[in-house]
């Protein structure tokens, strides 16, 4: 009896899994605009950027620049100057891409860049890079130096 039910649960969640996997990317969740939040005053250089791992830019680097390029003409940030206004820096360890303003933008164009990000259907998130910080540790007991 045990193995029946477990057969039956493996099938459905491998049922489960299939049709996740078989969905069209437009029917992927996508990061939501009213996600976007930015830390601090500003202004904003770097964003991180994680492509899904099924699309180009997320199985291949260099796929990204181009992707860039386009989403700088579509938010209006395009560089008339030749030199590219959002700059593909690096792959970090978690997959995602850093992405680099040049110029550093205010905070409409760091959002409006940010919602053209989370409207892409290849993108599953954006943010601004910000400073992390370690916050304070769990309290260390020791043996009681007073004898209690």
Do not use: N
């Not at 649960?9 to 049922?15: E, H, K, M, S």
């Not at 860049?113 to 020791?142: F, H, K, N, S, T």
Request: proline share 10%.
């Amino acid at each position: 009896m045990r193995i029946l039910i477990l057969a039956a649960l493996a099938a459905i969640v491998g049922a489960t899994a299939a049709s996740a996997a078989d969905a069209p990317a437009e029917e992927r969740k996508t990061m939501a605009p009213e996600d976007i939040a930015l830390p601090g005053q500003g202004p904003w250089q770097r964003f991180i950027v994680k492509y899904r791992d099924d699309s180009a830019p997320g199985r291949d680097p260099a796929a990204v620049p181009e992707r860039l390029r386009r989403t700088a003409e579509a938010t209006g940030l395009a560089s008339r100057a030749g030199a590219p206004a959002l700059r593909w820096e690096r792959r970090l360890g978690v997959r995602a891409d850093l992405i680099v303003a040049e110029p550093a933008l205010d905070r409409a164009q760091a959002q409006r860049l940010l919602r053209e990000l989370a409207a892409e259907p290849d993108v599953q998130y954006a943010e601004p890079d910000a400073p992390m910080q370690a916050g304070p540790g769990p309290a260390i007991r020791g043996p009681s130096l007073r004898g209690d």
